[in-house]
Structure formats: C-alpha cells, structure tokens
Nanobody, 120 residues
Framework: QVQLVESGGGLVQAGGSLRLSCAVSGGIFSGNAMGWYRQAPGKERELVAG???????NYAASVKGRFTISRDNAKNTVYLQLNSLKPEDTGAYYC??????????????WGQGTQVTVSS
C-alpha cells in the first residue's frame, strides 16, 4: 500500500518562505514521477510543480522562479520550497505520485494535503 504524508504547511506573511515535505511509503519511490498540486477555496486543483524520476522539473508559470521542487530518493521524500510567498499562494497543497517515471496521465496516489496560508 502506497501512502503519501505531507508536512510543513502553516501561516506565513507575504514575502516569507515555507518548505513542504512529502514522505512516501510503499512502492519504489525512485521509479515514479512526483507532483505538488494546490487548491485554493472555490477553485480547481492545479499542478504547481512536478519532478520526473530522473529529476527533470516543471513549474506552473505563476510559481516559476519562486518555488523549487526536489526529491531525495534515499529518504523517499519529495520537497517543495516556497519562497517570496504571495497571498494568492494560499491553499491546500497536495503531494501526488504518478504511476511511471514521467508525469504522464493521472496521478495514482495522493496525500491528505497540508494548508498554506499567506497573509498580506
């Protein structure tokens, strides 16, 4: 059974930083692409950043240059560093696993989410 557990969310002032972590158990972590999504109140869930099994990254235009996704295969953990946070970054952040090594198709496992709130 694959499980994803996020941590690191919280309340931060605009311009501040947070580091989200997603610990993955079950499966073979190093073989899967991973992604971070977020959902703001009243909005659809959107992809924020993704990383392939080989470390190739991609970002939503709204976060490029401010957020950094990374992975530590030895720790079965994927991270999302959030810098220069804006109030519009507020939302629930979810970690997701893809079935293969690239971000192709739909994610097959999701974490429970961690809340990020950015005050102005």
């Amino acid at each position: 059974q694959v499980q994803l557990v996020e941590s690191g969310g919280g309340l931060v002032q605009a311009g501040g930083s947070l580091r989200l972590s997603c610990a993955v158990s079950g499966g073979i972590f190093s073989g899967n692409a991973m992604g971070w999504y977020r959902q703001a109140p009243g909005k659809e869930r959107e992809l924020v950043a993704g990383i392939s099994h080989g470390g190739i990254t991609n970002y939503a235009a709204s976060v490029k240059g401010r957020f950094t996704i990374s992975r530590d295969n030895a720790k079965n953990t994927v991270y999302l560093q959030l810098n220069s946070l804006k109030p519009e970054d507020t939302g629930a952040y979810y970690c997701a696993r893809y079935p293969g090594g690239a971000q192709v198709g739909a994610a097959d496992y999701w974490g429970q989410g961690t809340q990020v709130t950015v005050s102005s």
